[in-house]
C-alpha cells in the first residue's frame, strides 16, 4: 500500500480510492462514497430492508454466495452486469420489487472495494448524497476523519468529489481543518456546488448512453433525505438511526 505523510489531529482530508486505500492512521474513521453507485445502491437497498455484503471482486463473491442461502447477486464491473448475476450496481433497481429476505451480495469495479477495505481498517462508514448531513453529524467529535471517493476509470469524479465536500464542509463547520492542499482544492471547486453540478460527469454520460438514465435521476430526486449512518461491519453495510 501507498504510503502517506503523517496528518495532525483534529483534520478531514478527501481523497481518491484507486487500487487500495493509503495508509491510513488507525485511529481516523474512513468514509467510502461511491455515488454512482455503489454506495447508493448499497444505502438503499438496507434502508429498503435488505440485508447487504460487499464483496471486493468477483473471486470474493462466488465463495461468499456460497455460504448464504439463495442471495442475490447485484453488480457490475466496467459497468457489465456479471454472468450469473441477478440485478445491475443500480438503486433504482434495488429499490424496487426485490425479495428482502434474501441476502445481497454487492459487487461494483471500485466502490466495493473501497467498502471492503475501509471496513477492514477499522471504524468506516459507506455514504452518498442521500444522508450527507446525518453523515456529517455522525461524526462530530472524530479527531481524524479521511473521506475516500471511488475511482472510476482512474479519475476521481464529481458526483464524489461533491459528496465528500458537502461532509467536509460540515465538519469544518464542528471544528475539524483541512488536511492537506488536495482537501482545499476539492473544497474551493466542489464546497458550495449545486446538487446538479456533477450532471457533466463521465459518469452521467455513461448511464444515459446506456439507458441507465434512472439511477442518475434517482440520486437527484433524493438529495439529503435520509437522517441514518450506515457503519460498514464485517463487510457488511449496516443501519445506525
Not at 447508493?40 to 456460497?66: C, D, M, N, Q, Y
Request: glycine share 8%.
Amino acid at each position: 500500500m501507498t504510503r502517506s505523510s503523517p496528518l495532525k489531529s483534529n483534520t478531514v482530508t478527501i481523497g481518491c480510492f484507486h487500487d487500495h486505500l493509503p495508509r491510513v492512521e488507525r485511529e481516523a474513521t474512513i468514509v467510502a462514497v461511491d455515488v454512482l453507485r455503489a454506495t447508493t445502491t448499497a444505502i438503499t437497498a438496507v434502508e429498503s430492508g435488505s440485508r447487504v455484503l460487499v464483496a471486493e471482486s468477483l473471486e470474493a463473491a462466488v465463495p461468499l454466495a456460497a455460504r448464504l442461502p439463495d442471495p442475490l447477486l447485484v453488480g457490475e464491473l466496467g459497468g457489465f452486469k456479471p454472468y450469473g448475476f441477478d440485478l445491475q450496481n443500480s438503486p433504482h433497481a434495488v429499490a424496487g420489487d426485490v425479495d428482502r429476505r434474501r441476502p445481497m451480495i454487492l459487487l461494483s469495479t471500485s466502490g466495493t472495494r473501497l467498502m471492503a477495505e475501509a471496513a477492514e481498517h477499522g471504524e468506516a462508514f459507506a455514504a452518498s448524497l442521500r444522508n450527507v448531513s446525518a453523515q456529517a453529524r455522525a461524526l462530530s467529535g472524530r479527531g481524524r476523519v479521511r473521506l475516500f471517493g471511488a475511482d472510476s476509470r482512474g479519475e476521481f469524479r464529481p458526483e464524489d468529489q461533491l459528496c465528500c465536500a458537502r461532509i467536509a464542509v460540515a465538519l469544518l463547520e464542528r471544528g475539524l481543518e483541512p488536511g492537506d492542499r488536495a482537501t482545499e482544492r476539492v473544497l474551493e471547486r466542489w464546497g458550495d456546488a449545486a446538487d446538479d453540478s456533477f450532471l457533466t460527469s463521465p459518469s452521467v454520460q455513461y448511464l444515459q448512453e446506456t439507458g441507465q438514465k434512472h439511477d442518475v435521476d434517482f440520486v437527484l430526486e433524493r438529495i439529503d433525505d435520509l437522517d441514518v449512518v450506515y457503519p460498514i461491519v464485517g463487510g457488511e453495510v449496516r443501519r445506525l438511526p
